[in-house]
C-alpha cells in the first residue's frame, strides 16, 4: 500500500497516483483544472464540531488526534471512505491532499496513520 500526503498548494499535479483532496472546503486559488483532481472526499474529513474546536492549534493536537480517530472509527459513512481508500492503494500510489499550512499537526495526518493501521 502506497499513501502518501501532500501539501495541494506546494504539490503540482505531477505527482502520480490517485489524487485525493481530503478537506471539506475547497483550498483558496486552486481552480479544480489546476488541482488534478481524480476525486474529493469531503466525507472523510473531521466534523466541522471537531474541525472548529481544533483551529490548527498544535497544542490541541493530541487531543484533536483521539477524537479524529473516534470519529472515523465510529461513523459508517467514513468507514465505507476509508475502506475505499484502503482499495484504491491496494491497487496503486494514493497521493492525500490537504491544505492546511502546518504538516506536522492536521487530520491527513491522523488519517493516514489509521489507514496505516488497517
Known sequence: ????????????PRL??????????WPRGISKEDAGLDEWMKEITPTPTLRKWFNHEPVKF????QAY????????????????????????????????????HNHAIVLKEVLDDM
Do not use: C, T
Not at 16 to 25: A, K, N, T
Not at 62 to 65: G, L, Q, V
Open 16 to 25: 502520480g497516483g490517485h489524487r485525493i483532496l481530503i478537506d471539506r472546503v
Open 1 to 12: 500500500m502506497s499513501i502518501i500526503l501532500k501539501r495541494i498548494y506546494d504539490e503540482p
Open 62 to 65: 493530541e487531543e484533536f488526534r
Open 69 to 104: 480517530k473516534e470519529e472515523l472509527y465510529q461513523n459508517k459513512e467514513k468507514q465505507k471512505k476509508l475502506q475505499e481508500l484502503k482499495k484504491i492503494a491496494a491497487d496503486k500510489r494514493v497521493v492525500l491532499l490537504y491544505g492546511a499550512k502546518d504538516d506536522q
